[in-house]
């Protein structure tokens, strides 16, 4: 069975541009949840999906941040404009549902902003 | 607010010892604690959960850990470490995680 996918692994821009992060879930699994990891620091969550719809975005900087999970599988998190601030792994996990369901991680893809 | 904490930012210990990683948590909800290895380079994987039943949880790679409910905390132990179980180690509740603690196992 695949993992929970994500792309690009490793991203470079400059401040003020735009970026894009993709993950693909595990077949089945309703749940989506992207962190933010800052070197040395737990994940953090950004927002949580259950199937299409955001339940969880409260941590989510709205100004510059958005995301999608458009049919309830894949999803996109998109920063428009980064900042030098924003340099840190972003995660993508998926589970079964529910708060006692595993989370299985993806690889992480790890933005630096110039 | 639910919150947790790891004692240890960093432990070293010597092949072979025992290792313990200290975990407490704050939750005025059901309480449900996992915790997470991740190794060099590697997303974040499962070592063991507590749901409910049993306080003493066992488990991959040796691993175990006792939910105490009344000192709110869920301590991670192996017996004997290997050079492999180097990484870092993350206690969480659901969505909520620590800090971290890195394991670093030499001969």
């Known amino acids: 069975e695949a993992g929970v996918v994500q792309s690009p692994r490793y991203k470079i821009i400059e401040k003020k541009q735009p970026v894009a992060f993709w993950c693909n879930p595990i077949s089945g699994h309703n749940t989506l949840y992207w962190y933010l990891q800052n070197l040395g620091q737990g994940p953090e969550l950004l927002i949580r999906y259950e199937n299409e719809e955001a339940v969880d975005d409260s941590q989510l900087p709205k100004d510059r941040f958005s995301a999608e999970r458009l049919k309830g599988v894949d999803s996109t998190l998109k920063i428009q404009p980064a900042e030098l601030g924003d340099s840190a792994v972003y995660l993508c996990?998926?589970?079964?549902?529910?708060?006692?369901?595993?989370?299985?991680f993806g690889p992480g893809t790890r933005l630096t902003v110039l | 607010a639910q919150s947790v904490t790891q004692l240890d930012s960093q432990v070293p210990v010597f092949e072979e010892a025992p290792v313990e990683l200290r975990c407490n948590y704050s939750?005025?909800?059901?309480?449900?604690l996992f915790w997470y290895v991740q190794y060099p380079n590697q997303g974040l994987q499962l070592l063991l959960k507590y749901l409910s039943g049993s306080t003493l949880v066992k488990g991959i790679n040796g691993f175990e850990a006792e939910f105490n409910k009344s000192q709110t905390s869920f301590h991670l132990r192996k017996p004997s470490v290997h050079i492999s179980d180097t990484a870092e180690y993350f206690c969480a509740l659901p969505r909520i995680f620590g800090k971290g603690t890195t394991l670093s196992v030499s001969s």
């Open positions: 939750s005025s909800v059901s309480v449900y």
């Open positions: 996990a998926s589970s079964l549902e529910g708060s006692t369901d595993t989370q299985y």
